[in-house]
Each structure stands twice: as structure tokens, then as C-alpha cells.
């Protein structure tokens, strides 16, 4: 059992930055790539990023890439998501999830939601023109 929570969502300005966060309650945290998705207002979910075992892989969706950075912290069972410049269109509830039946070390084998297992109960994130 995986329990995530994360924080860090808000009211921002459009090109403005925000750090969501993530933190795992698993004392195996460190075995499990992870992943964060958002969903906006009536579309499904989509994959925003995810990132390896040890963070030394990292994939994004083409709609974040040079803005947004995922990175983890295995020491504090923590992922986190850093977006800058940030765009009316990143208006979502960011999830961040935990997969722990796949053993496929590459980060861009985990774009899709059916590859998680544990999902955290989400952050709003509400950016303004």
C-alpha cells in the first residue's frame, strides 16, 4: 500500500512559477517510478511527466518539455514538479501516481496512466491571464 499526498497547487499569473510536491508513505518509495498527470475541466486525464527509480531518466509530455522539470528526492520519499512559465492552458488538478508492478527502468515507458497503481488525491493548479 502507497499512500500520496501532494501540495503546492494554487492561484498564479500566467508566466509565473509554482513547485508542486509529493510525498510517499512506502519505505520502498525509491523502487518506484513515478509519474504526475493533470486534468482540466472537462477533458481526461493526461500525463504530464514522469521520472525513474533512481531520477536518472526522466519524460515529458510535449506540451510541458522546457517548462516544467520533475525530479525526486528518495532520502525524503518525495517527487516533486517544478513548472515555470506557466500558461492559462496548465489549469488542471495535478495528480502524482506510484508504479509498482512494472520493472521497465526508462521513464518514457511510463507516459500512460494504466501503468500506475497508487494515485495521490490531487493539487489544484489555477493559473490567470
Not at 500525463?47 to 528526492?73: E, L, N, P, Q
Not at 515555470?84 to 500512460?112: F, G, H, I, M, R
Request: proline share 2%.
Amino acid at each position: 500500500q502507497v499512500l500520496l499526498v501532494e501540495s503546492g497547487g494554487g492561484l498564479v499569473q500566467a508566466g509565473g512559477s509554482l513547485r508542486l510536491s509529493c510525498a510517499a508513505s512506502a519505505r520502498t518509495f525509491s523502487m518506484y517510478p513515478m509519474g504526475w498527470f493533470r486534468q482540466a475541466p472537462g477533458k481526461e486525464r493526461e500525463f504530464v511527466a514522469a521520472i525513474s527509480r533512481s531520477g536518472g531518466s526522466t519524460h515529458y509530455a510535449d506540451s510541458v518539455k522546457g517548462r516544467f522539470t520533475i525530479s525526486r528526492d528518495n532520502a525524503k520519499n518525495t517527487v516533486y514538479l517544478q513548472m515555470n512559465s506557466l500558461k492559462p492552458e496548465d489549469t488542471a488538478v495535478y495528480y502524482c501516481a506510484a508504479s509498482t508492478t512494472y520493472t521497465q527502468y526508462s521513464a518514457n515507458y511510463y507516459y500512460t496512466d494504466e501503468k500506475y497503481d497508487y494515485w495521490g488525491q490531487g493539487t489544484q493548479v489555477t493559473v490567470s491571464s
